[in-house]
């Protein structure tokens, strides 16, 4: 008599708004057309008149609640968080699953923030008024290799394009951990973690002069499309070696 055969269901990926990979080509073709855009030496009025204005508008108080809520993007608190949540995770279901979205997340922001902003040498708009202290029209170009690393690492954001991938980790992790504690995330919460950090990190890191606001853009554009790359994962069929078959259990289908 034949024993009967465990069979592993086909990973298959799991959907994003708007469907397709069209949307991701947009990401991309705007990331790369604005880049050109930038290379060429244009959108530099833009940006200046944006920094102009935050310049003359950024009273004591504004500045600080701005400088406060600037913390919401920083990578190394989000990524200890996110696998503090995915490490609390997997300890209550016994699953190494909850753990793979931070480390994807991870290598993610790590080989595509750090090397493009290496590549670019844009430094930001403060660079006129702090050190290295730049003529201000030496501020906009990009490519300024000649720059010491640290004074030309402005573009893309990294605070916005951190924010958008480690808040759609969070709120992956945060629905199924809330589930085994007996409650369920409702969906508006879920969206708020999406939406409204990223969106409070472009306006704060543009309006303090850290950042020109095409930078945010290009953060923008690279951080919706990595969170569409890791959206896709279908984390509960990814292959896993045996020897964690006793820690296997999918996360995000869990009742």
Request: hydrophobic share 50%; with cysteine; aromatic share 10%.
């Amino acid at each position: 008599m034949r024993e009967p055969t465990t069979v592993r269901r086909k990973p298959r990926l799991r959907p994003v708004r708007p469907a397709g990979w069209w949307f991701d080509v947009v990401l991309l073709a705007g990331l790369v057309a604005l880049t050109a855009a930038l290379a060429a030496g244009h959108l530099f009025g833009l940006d200046r008149a944006v920094d102009d204005w935050s310049d003359a508008h950024r009273p004591a108080v504004a500045y600080w609640v701005a400088r406060i809520l600037n913390y919401l993007g920083q990578g190394t608190p989000l990524t200890l968080i996110a696998a503090g949540l995915g490490a609390l995770l997997a300890v209550r279901l016994r699953s190494v699953r909850p753990l793979l979205p931070p480390v994807a997340g991870f290598a993610a922001t790590y080989l595509t923030i750090g090397p493009l902003k290496v590549w670019t040498a844009r430094p930001a708009p403060s660079a006129s008024r702090q050190e290295p202290f730049l003529p201000p029209e030496r501020t906009l170009p990009l490519f300024q290799d000649d720059l010491p690393l640290r004074f030309a690492q402005s573009y893309p954001s990294g605070h916005v394009a951190n924010a958008i991938v480690w808040y759609a980790v969070i709120a992956l992790l945060l629905a199924p951990l809330l589930r085994t504690y007996g409650r369920a995330a409702p969906t508006r919460l879920v969206t708020v973690v999406r939406i409204v950090p990223p969106l409070v990190v472009l306006c704060t890191t543009t309006y303090l002069g850290w950042h020109w606001l095409t930078d945010s853009v290009a953060g923008l554009l690279l951080g919706l499309l990595l969170d569409r790359l890791l959206h896709r994962v279908p984390w509960d069929d990814v292959p896993l070696p045996g020897a964690v078959d006793r820690w296997n259990r999918p996360f995000i289908s869990t009742p």
